[in-house]
């Protein structure tokens, strides 16, 4: 069944239909913000506040990174440090005996030029800054350094006893200290003392 169609009066146009309240009140919102500079103002201020926080919040997040990343390397290069002054402590203590055999029998024959000898030449290895001999009285008989000799062992050697019964490596600031008692047939006969740089990382 068809439908009649509606008729048009000759020269009438259909009618444009109305136009949306909602499109109407975008376009006056659009025309209000282009034409107010105080609106314009606050946007950029805001832009402005925006990026600010935002450049201080990756200063503040780079900054806790890298304060992490040397708190890391600064633990891993203590232990490693740790590690080699161990290793090299105890290479300094078997390498020190030979030389305090070689000393001990220069002592037991009384001959201070063999053992002065023995402390120049070993100062001429590498790493190693300076060697004396103590003397049982405490004070220093011969030494790679003139100038320290007849000065007392705390004088010399601030802060390194000398009592002690076997070879030990005592740690400075700059450097590892080794210490070797030159014990004699029933006394003691003196004491080495040779500082060898500490390696450094």
Same mark, same amino acid.
């Given at each position: 069944?068809?439908? *009649?169609?509606?008729?048009?009066?000759?020269?009438?146009?259909?009618?444009?239909? $109305? *136009?949306? $309240?909602?499109?109407?009140?975008?376009?006056?919102?659009?025309?209000?913000?282009?034409? /107010? *500079?105080?609106?314009?103002?606050?946007?950029?201020?805001?832009?402005?506040?925006?990026?600010?926080?935002?450049?201080?919040?990756?200063?503040?997040?780079?900054?806790?990174?890298?304060?992490?990343?040397?708190?890391?390397?600064?633990?891993?290069?203590?232990?490693?440090?740790?590690?080699?002054?161990?290793?090299?402590?105890?290479?300094?203590?078997?390498?020190?005996? $030979?030389?305090?055999?070689?000393?001990?029998?220069?002592?037991?024959?009384?001959?201070?030029?063999?053992?002065?000898?023995?402390?120049?030449?070993?100062?001429?290895?590498?790493?190693?800054?300076?060697?004396?001999?103590?003397?049982?009285?405490?004070?220093?008989?011969?030494? /790679?350094?003139?100038?320290?000799?007849?000065?007392?062992?705390?004088?010399?050697? $601030?802060?390194?006893?000398?009592?002690?019964?076997?070879?030990?490596? %005592? *740690?400075?600031?700059?450097?590892?200290?080794?210490? %070797?008692?030159?014990?004699?047939?029933?006394?003691?006969?003196?004491?080495?003392?040779? /500082?060898?740089?500490?390696? /450094?990382?």
């Amino acid at each position: 069944m068809n439908t *009649p169609a509606i008729p048009v009066a000759p020269g009438a146009t259909p009618s444009a239909a $109305p *136009p949306s $309240p909602t499109f109407g009140a975008g376009a006056r919102l659009l025309r209000w913000i282009k034409g /107010s *500079p105080l609106l314009h103002a606050v946007v950029v201020v805001v832009l402005a506040v925006a990026l600010v926080a935002l450049a201080i919040t990756h200063l503040v997040e780079v900054a806790r990174v890298e304060d992490r990343a040397a708190a890391d390397r600064a633990a891993l290069v203590e232990k490693a440090t740790s590690a080699l002054d161990a290793q090299t402590s105890a290479l300094l203590r078997l390498s020190a005996l $030979p030389l305090g055999w070689a000393i001990r029998d220069a002592l037991l024959k009384d001959d201070l030029t063999s053992a002065d000898t023995y402390l120049q030449r070993i100062v001429h290895e590498r790493n190693v800054t300076g060697a004396a001999l103590i003397g049982a009285d405490g004070k220093v008989r011969l030494a /790679s350094n003139r100038k320290l000799e007849t000065h007392s062992a705390a004088e010399a050697f $601030p802060g390194i006893a000398i009592n002690q019964e076997s070879p030990m490596v %005592v *740690p400075t600031t700059k450097a590892l200290n080794v210490v %070797v008692p030159i014990m004699g047939y029933d006394r003691k006969l003196g004491t080495l003392i040779f /500082s060898y740089a500490r390696p /450094s990382m």
